[in-house]
Nanobody, 120 residues
Framework: QVQLVESGGGLVQPGGSLRLSCAAS????????MGWYRQAPGKQRDLVAI???????NYADSMKGRFTISSDNAENTVFLQMNSLRPEDTAVYYC??????????????WGQGTQVTVSS
């Protein structure tokens, strides 16, 4: 099992910045990918950005150029630097991780979520 704990959410004005962190614990030895998804009220949970253990990244189009994902593999931590925040970025942000086992089984894990509110 993998436990994910997010931190860094809060209230920020439009155009401001926030940095989210997510620390993984437990059976972290086979984590393949970590990242972030978000869910606004009444909407589905959508990809924000992911990063693989080898450092490859993937972003949702609307986040490119504004958000940056990074990781510290030694600490099993993933970060999301969010700049130029907009009101439409308001959502609960969920940390995500998966583990790829030797038999090709993929296990998925989610954090509890952290609220990001962009408002003046």
């Amino acid at each position: 099992q993998v436990q994910l704990v997010e931190s860094g959410g809060g209230l920020v004005q439009p155009g401001g910045s926030l940095r989210l962190s997510c620390a993984a614990s437990g059976s972290t030895f086979s984590i393949n990918t970590m990242g972030w998804y978000r869910q606004a009220p009444g909407k589905q949970r959508d990809l924000v950005a992911i990063i693989t253990s080898s450092g490859r990244t993937n972003y949702a189009d609307s986040m490119k150029g504004r958000f940056t994902i990074s990781s510290d593999n030694a600490e099993n931590t993933v970060f999301l630097q969010m700049n130029s925040l907009r009101p439409e970025d308001t959502a609960v942000y969920y940390c995500y991780a998966n583990r790829l086992m030797g038999d090709a089984t993929l296990y998925h894990y989610w954090g509890q979520g952290t609220q990001v509110t962009v408002s003046s």
